[in-house]
DNA sequence: AGAATATGTCAGCCTTGTTGACATTCCAAG
DNA sequence: CTTGGAATGTCAACAAGGCTGACATATTCT
């Protein structure tokens, strides 16, 4: 430690500070996708069908291009997930009625339940983590997630809260 | 810290705000791998290669069981990963001298030089997101991320630093 | 009519994870 | 000194989930 130089306020941007937070990271996305993994694992789901049942489920009638643009994955990775989810009945794939071109993809009542049992798993380490943290923390954490983000994907981000009725 | 059951002390576990966590994480996690992720497409490493490369100059001369523990993989798929490393002449693997079935692993000039090239696009992005939130976000990020490891995890997290010097 | 868009699909490749089986080397306990 | 077990390495096979490229089909826009 004890970078001196100058005042402290500058002391969180020492090179050990940075790498500590970088591992800080890594080890935390770990534990972020722990939970719903081990649920995943025990059907014939991974993280790929964890994300797009999420984002299904958050924006109810998305279509197929918005998903691909969230997830920031080809079509035909998508695709893969996508037909298995459908022949599976967890996602109902509706075409459009103004544009018949596009699909609308919605979580059917099994899909939607799933959808809980994966969100409940990480919500409840989210919120332990935030207890444990600390109202004021949290808002640190957001701050900093967000900094971190591509700022089309910070658009993005948004852009999800907003669609929200 | 203040679990004053009603008023606004809970506002931020709301179900709304910790999904907004989770997509937050997960946005800035794309972030957080996007820079090295491009360098190392460039050559013919990927990410597990990175994560290897990272906690050998982290801990010069730990062992091979050690950074399995530390990564969280089989030896199969950290073994591939270290043998391409090895040939190609940026980690170098020696015998131990007490234990001689142990391999140390350190990085060779080249190693250290890749090292360096993709530490410092991650933390130029770390640090800009930090200068961009302030170091009370930051404590309060690292907060979070921390309180979001799994216990063993968390364990090692700190290991990694007590073990320097 | 023709260009552009949205979607789906086939084929093939890569990275990175997994299991299982097995060899080697070495330390340590009997 | 022998033997059991630990640490390591290696081979083979497989799966998930990325990728590219090519191509097909509707549908809509110009």
């Known amino acids: 430690m004890a970078e001196g130089q100058s005042g402290e306020s500058l002391l969180f941007l020492t090179d050990e500070q940075l790498r500590q937070g970088i591992e800080a990271m890594f080890f935390a996305y770990r534990g972020f996708t722990a939970d719903p ?3 995943l694992a025990t059907m014939a789901y991974g993280r790929a ?3 797009a049942i999420h984002f299904i ?4 009638g998305t279509t197929v291009n918005n998903l691909l643009n969230i997830l920031g994955v080809t079509k035909q990775s998508l695709n893969r997930v996508l037909r298995t989810l459908i022949e599976d009945g967890l ?3 509706r ?3 103004t544009d018949r071109r596009e699909r609308h993809l919605h979580l059917t009542e099994a899909g939607a339940a799933l959808e809980r049992k994966l969100s409940d798993a990480q919500r ?3 919120r332990a983590a935030y207890r444990a943290a600390g109202p004021e923390a949290v808002a640190g954490f957001r ?3 967000e900094a971190m983000m591509d700022p089309e994907m910070r658009r993005k981000y948004h852009a999800i809260r907003e ?3």
């Not at 489920?57 to 109810?60: G, H, K, L, Q």
């Open 95 to 97: 075409q459009g009625t």
């Open 143 to 145: 701050q900093v997630l």
């Open 91 to 93: 996602v109902e794939s």
């Open 57 to 60: 489920a958050r924006s109810p």
């Open 37 to 39: 993994d081990r649920i």
């Open 49 to 51: 069908h964890h994300r």
């Open 163 to 165: 669609a929200e009725t």
């Open 124 to 126: 409840a380490r989210m």
